[in-house]
C-alpha cells in the first residue's frame, strides 16, 4: 500500500531483529505496553508462526518509499464484520526519522487500506494522554477523543491517563 512518503508492507521473520530492537528500547516503548521481554529468538518465531495478514489482523512494516529503509510498523486488529470496526496501533522504532511526517503518512494509509480495501466503518485506538506527538498525530489525521480511560497505564511507578479516540469513514484527513 503506497503512500506519499511511505510504503506498507507484509512482515516476515527477516524483520525480527528490528522489531525484537524496538521492542528493547525504553524511549521507542516509553508510551507503548511492553509487556515481558521476548528474546530475538522469540520474536523472529512470532513473525514466523503469525497466520497471513486477514481480516481481523493486518500487520504492516512502514517504510520509507525513497531509501526502502523500514522504520517502524502498523497493525489493524481486532475487525469485526458486523461492526465494522478495527483497532489500530502504530509506532516508529527507528527514532532517527521521527518528527519527518512518516507516522502521519502511514496512519493516512492505513487507515486508507481500513476503510478502502477492508471496507470498515469505524478505526479506534487508545493513547496515554502525555503521549503528545502521538496524539497531535492521531488529531490531524481526524481522530478524536471519544472518552477517557484514568489511570489504565503505569511507566516507572506513575499512573497515566489514556484517551480512547475514534475515526468514522469519511472523517480521514
Ligand atoms: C509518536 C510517533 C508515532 C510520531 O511519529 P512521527 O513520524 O515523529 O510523527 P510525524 O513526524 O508524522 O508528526 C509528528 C507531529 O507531532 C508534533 N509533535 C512532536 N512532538 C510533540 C509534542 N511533544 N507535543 C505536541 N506535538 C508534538 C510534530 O510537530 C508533528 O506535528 P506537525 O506535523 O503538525 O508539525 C513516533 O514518535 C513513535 O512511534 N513514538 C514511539 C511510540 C509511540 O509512542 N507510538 C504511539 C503509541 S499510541
Not at 11 to 32: C, K, Q
Not at 160 to 170: R, V
Amino acid at each position: 500500500m503506497l503512500g506519499d512518503l511511505v510504503i506498507l508492507r507484509a512482515m516476515d521473520a527477516g524483520d525480527a531483529e528490528a522489531l525484537w530492537r524496538w521492542n528493547s528500547d525504553p524511549e521507542v516503548m516509553r508510551w507503548l505496553s511492553d509487556g515481558y521481554p521476548d528474546t530475538r529468538e522469540q520474536v523472529r518465531k512470532w513473525l514466523e508462526d503469525r497466520p497471513r495478514n486477514a481480516y481481523d489482523d493486518v500487520l504492516f512494516g512502514i517504510e520509507v518509499r525513497s531509501e526502502g529503509t523500514l522504520i517502524g510498523l502498523v497493525r489493524l486488529h481486532g475487525a469485526k464484520a458486523e461492526t465494522g470496526c478495527s483497532e489500530l496501533d502504530i509506532y516508529l522504532g527507528e527514532k532517527g526519522f521521527w518528527g519527518r511526517g512518516y507516522a502521519t503518512d502511514a496512519m493516512r494509509t492505513a487507515c486508507r487500506y481500513g476503510f478502502e480495501k477492508m471496507r470498515l466503518h469505524k478505526i479506534k485506538l487508545t493513547v496515554v494522554t502525555e503521549n503528545h506527538a502521538a496524539h497531535h498525530v492521531y488529531r490531524k489525521v481526524g481522530f478524536v477523543e471519544e472518552g477517557r480511560l484514568r489511570q489504565c497505564f503505569r511507566r516507572d511507578g506513575d499512573w497515566y491517563d489514556m484517551f480512547t479516540m475514534g475515526l468514522l469513514e469519511g472523517e480521514l484527513r
